[in-house]
T-cell receptor, first 114, second 115 residues
Framework: DAGVIQSPRHEVTEMGQEVTLRCKPI?????LFWYRQTMMRGLELLIY????????DSGMPEDRFSAKMPNASFSTLKIQPSEPRDSAVYFC????????????FGNGTRLTVT | GQQLNQSPQSMFIQEGEDVSMNCTSS?????WLWYKQDPGEGPVLLIA?????ELTSNGRLTAQFGITRKDSFLNISASIPSDVGIYFC???????????????FGQGTILTVHP
């Protein structure tokens, strides 16, 4: 049974470049979450989708960050332009019912912006 | 916003010892979750608790949902080397006026087990 699939696993880019992270949630799950993990701040929720609709994007750091979910099986998180302080591990997670159900995480994308 | 205080931050133990970690909050939660994260991977759910006072086991792991709904603990008995990793608690706040209860994570407990 495939879990949450994220790509790429690692991304190294230069400051100012556009970065796109991808996520395929578990089939049948109707909620999708993007998290960012850093040593200093731990796991932070960036945005939450329910039935492909963004419900809570209050965690998105600034306008450089955007996320889309064009269908139930795909989501992207885009950073444009990227900055060194965006370096972190970005996790996508999905769940079946809603925000109060246990999340299933992907293996993350480790982003390094130089 | 809500914060979870997870302790201890790190633990160094010998194989075979028991481990205990806990999370506390100033606010109530409807659900408590415990996750484990291995290096290079995403957090994996260990135990989910949905009711105040609930005590749940999963093999050598036992977790409880505090009766005040503001705390939870996780115990690991007879630790083994593969228990090494970062353990996170997470709480789901009551939905209230929002459409969902927001999940808040603790800062994690780094567990090291010496053979």
């Amino acid at each position: 049974d495939a879990g949450v699939i994220q790509s790429p696993r690692h991304e190294v880019t230069e400051m100012g470049q556009e970065v796109t992270l991808r996520c395929k949630p578990i089939s049948g799950h109707n909620s999708l979450f993007w998290y960012r993990q850093t040593m200093m701040r731990g796991l932070e929720l960036l945005i939450y989708f329910n039935n492909n609709v963004p419900i809570d994007d209050s965690g998105m750091p600034e306008d450089r960050f955007s996320a889309k979910m064009p269908n139930a099986s795909f989501s992207t998180l885009k950073i444009q332009p990227s900055e060194p302080r965006d370096s972190a591990v970005y996790f996508c997670a999905s769940s079946l019912v809603g925000g109060d159900s246990p999340l299933h995480f992907g293996n993350g994308t480790r982003l390094t912006v130089t | 916003g809500q914060q979870l205080n997870q302790s201890p931050q790190s633990m160094f133990i010998q194989e075979g010892e028991d481990v205990s970690m806990n999370c506390t909050s100033s606010s109530i939660f409807n659900t408590w979750l415990w996750y484990k994260q291995d290096p290079g991977e995403g957090p994996v759910l260990l135990i989910a608790l949905y009711k105040a006072g609930e005590l749940t086991s999963n093999g050598r792991l036992t977790a409880q949902f505090g009766i005040t709904r503001k705390d939870s603990f996780l115990n690991i008995s007879a630790s083994i080397p593969s228990d090494v990793g970062i353990y996170f608690c997470a709480g789901v706040s009551p939905a209230g006026g929002t459409s969902y209860g927001k999940l808040t994570f603790g800062q994690g407990t780094i567990l090291t087990v010496h053979p």
